[in-house]
């Protein structure tokens, strides 16, 4: 099994990029991850933002891997604690799919790409902006496979 996650957005800052890689780094013996960054929708002055939905989404879609599991990150998606993540893990596991988690652009996800995610996940009532969000996932995937492997790096 391994995990993807596609992001709207390119160029993360460089604190993001290297907590990003460490984590995918620590994760990888576990879970082979990665980024897959899609460039955002034009938007500003005179631009429908409507249609910079739409362009990101059909660049979502057509960065998923075919038969993955898909889970869109979503701010009215189920919240789910590192535990709960960890169970999520196992399950998904246990289905022996690829899997893919996404992150949409500053007004969400289209429309067509909440359709196709098999399930959403908050990762809470915060807003974060979406390059932080990159570097949450990834920490939260590498703490549920290191509770998985009862490694001590989660100590609740």
Same mark, same amino acid.
Do not use: C
């Given at each position: 099994? #391994?995990?993807?996650?596609?992001?709207?957005?390119?160029?993360?800052?460089?604190?993001?990029?290297?907590?990003?890689?460490?984590?995918? #780094?620590?994760?990888?013996?576990?879970?082979?991850?990665?980024?897959?960054?899609?460039?955002?929708?034009?938007?500003? #002055?005179?631009?429908?933002?409507?249609?910079?939905?739409?362009?990101?989404?059909?660049?979502?879609?057509?960065?998923?891997? #075919?038969?993955?599991?898909?889970?869109?990150?979503?701010?009215?998606?189920?919240?789910?604690?590192?535990?709960?993540?960890?169970?999520?893990?196992?399950?998904?596991?246990?289905?022996?799919?690829?899997?893919?988690?996404?992150?949409?652009?500053?007004?969400?996800?289209?429309?067509?790409?909440?359709?196709?995610?098999?399930?959403?996940?908050?990762?809470?009532?915060?807003?974060?902006?979406?390059?932080?969000?990159?570097?949450?996932?990834?920490?939260?995937?590498?703490?549920?496979?290191?509770?998985?492997?009862?490694?001590?790096?989660?100590?609740?």
């Amino acid at each position: 099994m #391994k995990a993807r996650l596609i992001a709207t957005g390119e160029r993360a800052p460089s604190w993001v990029a290297e907590g990003f890689a460490e984590y995918r #780094k620590r994760l990888s013996h576990w879970l082979p991850f990665e980024l897959v960054e899609v460039e955002p929708g034009l938007r500003g #002055k005179g631009r429908d933002p409507q249609r910079a939905i739409e362009d990101e989404g059909r660049r979502v879609l057509a960065a998923l891997p #075919k038969n993955a599991h898909v889970v869109a990150l979503e701010v009215t998606g189920r919240p789910l604690g590192s535990e709960q993540l960890a169970q999520r893990l196992e399950f998904w596991r246990g289905q022996g799919r690829d899997l893919a988690f996404l992150i949409g652009g500053p007004e969400g996800h289209a429309p067509e790409v909440l359709a196709a995610a098999h399930e959403t996940w908050s990762l809470g009532p915060l807003t974060l902006p979406h390059m932080l969000a990159r570097l949450v996932v990834a920490e939260q995937l590498y703490r549920a496979a290191a509770m998985l492997a009862n490694h001590p790096y989660h100590r609740a």
